[in-house]
């Protein structure tokens, strides 16, 4: 089964008659949301929704990979951003 992706597009055009804004401002607020939960991940905090979840960047090691370079086996850090679902959400969910 194929499930369908909500886009910026979708959300702007659902939000636009609920709130009584234009498309157009819709769309400004919906990019300075994600400016602000972006600006908040990059300068080291988590980004708590409540009813939503929790997004985080966390570091994590790969496997020892073999360098052939200089002939020695190296582990990378590599950040990420992860997002754990609310209590109330995952039950929504599930």
Known sequence: MIKKSATKKDLIRQLAPKTGLEKEKVRRI???YFEEI???LLSGK???LV???VFDITNWR???IYDINTKKKVAMQVKTVKFKPSKIF???IL
Do not use: M, Y
Request: cysteine-free.
């Open 30 to 32: 919906i990019d300075l």
């Open 38 to 40: 972006k600006s908040a």
């Open 46 to 48: 988590q980004v708590r």
């Open 51 to 53: 009813g939503f979840g």
């Open 62 to 64: 790969t496997p020892e």
């Open 90 to 92: 995952k039950k929504k």
